[in-house]
C-alpha cells in the first residue's frame, strides 16, 4: 500500500501536482490541514481515495477536525495539530494519541517535517509543499507504505 502524506498547501497545488506526478499508483491520499478550499481539485487530481482534515485557515470549510482510522492493522489519528499546540511541542499530540489507542499520530500546521518512531507510537508531520519553514525551506511531503508483512514504512521526501 502506498500513501502520500501533505500538509498545509495553501491553494498552492503546484509542488502537489509535480509530486503526484512523480508518486504513481497511489492508494491513498492523506492531506493534515490547510487546503483552503482545495479539496474538491485535490480529490480530482488524486485520483484515489483522500482524507483530508480541516486546518486552522480552513475558516469555512465543513471538514473533519479529527480523522480515526485504520490503514492495514494500524490505528491512525489525523489531525491539523494545532488544538494539540504543535507549535509548542508534540508533547499534547502524542498524549492524546496514547489516550486514544492510536499507534500513529499525524499532524500538520508547523510547516516542518517530522518522523518520530517511538517504541509504542510513530508521531510525523509531512512538512508544507508550499511554505516549508525548516532549515533549507524545501516543500516536503511523506511517503508512507505497508509492505506484504503488514510492516510500515516512511520516507520523508523533497520537491
Known amino acids: 500500500m502506498r ?3 501533505v ?3 495553501h491553494r498552492h497545488e503546484e509542488n502537489l501536482e509535480i509530486v503526484l506526478k512523480r508518486e504513481k499508483n497511489l492508494d491513498m491520499l492523506i492531506h ?3 487546503s483552503e478550499g482545495s479539496e474538491d481539485y485535490i480529490r480530482t487530481m488524486a485520483e484515489c481515495p483522500c482524507y483530508i482534515v480541516k486546518g486552522n485557515n480552513d475558516y469555512f470549510s465543513d471538514l473533519n477536525r479529527d480523522i480515526k482510522m485504520t490503514i492495514g492493522k494500524y490505528k491512525v489519528l489525523l489531525t491539523h495539530g494545532h ?3 504543535v507549535s509548542l511541542g508534540t508533547e499534547t499530540i502524542i498524549s492524546e494519541g496514547r489516550a486514544q489507542d492510536m ?3 499525524m499532524f500538520g500546521h508547523t510547516h516542518r517535517p517530522l518522523l518520530d518512531i517511538r517504541k509504542d507510537i510513530t508521531v510525523l508531520n509531512p512538512g508544507s509543499l508550499s511554505y516549508p519553514r525548516q532549515d533549507g525551506r524545501i516543500p516536503t511531503y511523506i511517503m508512507m507504505t505497508i509492505d506484504d508483512k503488514e510492516e510500515v514504512h516512511y520516507e520523508i521526501r523533497y520537491v
Open 3 to 5: 500513501i502520500l502524506i
Open 32 to 34: 493534515l490541514g490547510d
Open 7 to 9: 500538509s498545509d498547501t
Open 83 to 85: 488544538h494539540y499546540y
Open 103 to 105: 499507534d500513529i499520530v
